[in-house]
């Protein structure tokens, strides 16, 4: 094992080792009766969590960290900012290739649970701001899907009652100091990458502890054009008005009509 794998083997067991509050789940670590497919469950997720930071792990460009887990995206998927049917091949933009090598990963949803529609009794959990932020990731051929770490300031899932767990709770200001250790292992194992807070609670946590971020909306309610312009504002290359005065003098001295 290299010391890459075990630096995420330890960051792993680090997150499995966390005992989850009242009206929290740890997906890597809690077996829930009724929603998971069994006790294997916690185990599938973590090594999906595994697969998807071995090859971006000291390497990624960026981390993105957003609010807390939802309950259609990592809370099955085992994977930040990505739905079910994105590590089991299900999804029309991502292909589970895009999240880990190897073989598709596996459904940890009954299909049966609160919420039931036919999409996602037969494929899963598809969650709309995980199809937004991969969009984006993904628009470019300048970036690789391993370029990007997703992450949430508060790594697990809290909902709002025991009735309903597939429900999803902003997190608590004590949740969310909870959950500042493991982003900042995160970025000290990734020393390089800039750091992006999506959202307010994301951004207001990092700020408060004065760390270094780039802030861009988050996608949901009717932001995803807004997020789009801010990531590709801070990410994409920008001409430097010294290159775009050079072209235009170099193309008037061609073509003196122009002027």
Same mark, same amino acid.
């Given at each position: ?26 997906p890597w670590s809690d077996y ?16 999906? &969590?595994?697969?998807?930071?071995? /090859?971006?792990? !000291?390497? $990624?460009? @960026?981390? *993105? ?44 949803? &009954?299909?049966?649970?609160?919420? /039931?529609?036919? !999409?996602? $009794?037969? @494929?899963? *959990? ?7 932020i991969w969009g984006e990731v ?14 949430n300031i508060y790594p697990f ?103």
């Amino acid at each position: 094992m290299s010391e890459t794998q075990q630096q995420i083997r330890e960051f792993v067991a680090g997150i499995q080792a966390y005992v989850s509050p009242v009206n929290v789940i740890n997906p890597w670590s809690d077996y829930v009766r009724g929603y998971d497919i069994g006790p294997e469950a916690v185990k599938i997720r973590s090594e999906h &969590l595994v697969r998807y930071l071995e /090859p971006r792990m !000291s390497k $990624a460009r @960026y981390i *993105f960290i957003a609010e807390a887990v939802g309950y259609q995206g990592a809370r099955f998927s085992g994977v930040p900012l990505t739905s079910e049917r994105m590590v089991t091949g299900n999804h029309s933009l991502v292909n589970h290739q895009m999240v880990f090598s190897g073989e598709p990963g596996v459904r940890t949803s &009954l299909p049966n649970i609160a919420k /039931p529609n036919r !999409s996602q $009794a037969l @494929y899963g *959990f598809a969650e709309p701001t995980a199809s937004i932020i991969w969009g984006e990731v993904l628009s470019s051929s300048r970036w690789k899907p391993t370029d990007f770490i997703f992450w949430n300031i508060y790594p697990f899932h809290p909902y709002h009652s025991s009735e309903n767990r597939m429900t999803n709770r902003t997190p608590t200001l004590a949740e969310l100091e909870d959950g500042l250790p493991f982003a900042r292992q995160l970025m000290q194992l990734n020393p390089d990458a800039q750091i992006v807070a999506i959202g307010r609670k994301s951004a207001d946590t990092l700020s408060s502890h004065l760390i270094k971020h780039h802030h861009v909306p988050h996608p949901a309610n009717g932001r995803a054009v807004q997020f789009q312009k801010a990531v590709r504002s801070m990410i994409y290359p920008i001409l430097n008005w010294r290159s775009v005065r050079l072209r235009y003098e170099l193309l008037s001295s061609k073509c003196p009509h122009i002027t």
